[in-house]
Nanobody
Framework: QVQLVESGGGSVQAGGSLRLSCAASEYTYSRACMGWFRQAPGKEREGVASIGTRGGNTYYADSVKGRFTVSQDNAKNTVYLQMNSLKSEDTAMYYC?????????????????????WGQGTQVTVSS
């Protein structure tokens, strides 16, 4: 069964930090490319970062490179998104997603259409 549960969102001032967590079922975690996406009101959902749970390969959107870091904890079946130097434009609902096509490797990029399973989302609000 595929389950993804995000946590860690909240409100922070510009320049601050937050860490998001995405806990996955063991079935999912063992074979997934785990992606982080965000969607602001009136905008399309965009890819932020991804990590292959087997290979550890990571990808980042240009808008977050150098500020966000995606990581994994295999013992907890959890991936994280550490967000530093937050800006007001980072305000959005953040979603965790899983692409199960490639056995734990990220080969499909950050297109939302490549991910089959989604969490419920967690809100991040950055005030300037």
């Amino acid at each position: 069964q595929v389950q993804l549960v995000e946590s860690g969102g909240g409100s922070v001032q510009a320049g601050g930090s937050l860490r998001l967590s995405c806990a996955a079922s063991e079935y999912t975690y063992s074979r997934a490319c785990m992606g982080w996406f965000r969607q602001a009101p009136g905008k399309e959902r965009e890819g932020v970062a991804s990590i292959g749970t087997r290979g550890g390969n990571t990808y980042y959107a240009d808008s977050v490179k150098g500020r966000f870091t995606v990581s994994q904890d295999n013992a907890k079946n959890t991936v994280y998104l550490q967000m530093n130097s937050l800006k007001s434009e980072d305000t959005a609902m953040y979603y965790c997603a899983a692409d199960l096509r490639y056995g734990g490797w990220c080969l499909g990029g950050l297109s939302r259409y490549n991910y089959q399973h989604w969490g419920q989302g967690t809100q991040v609000t950055v005030s300037s």
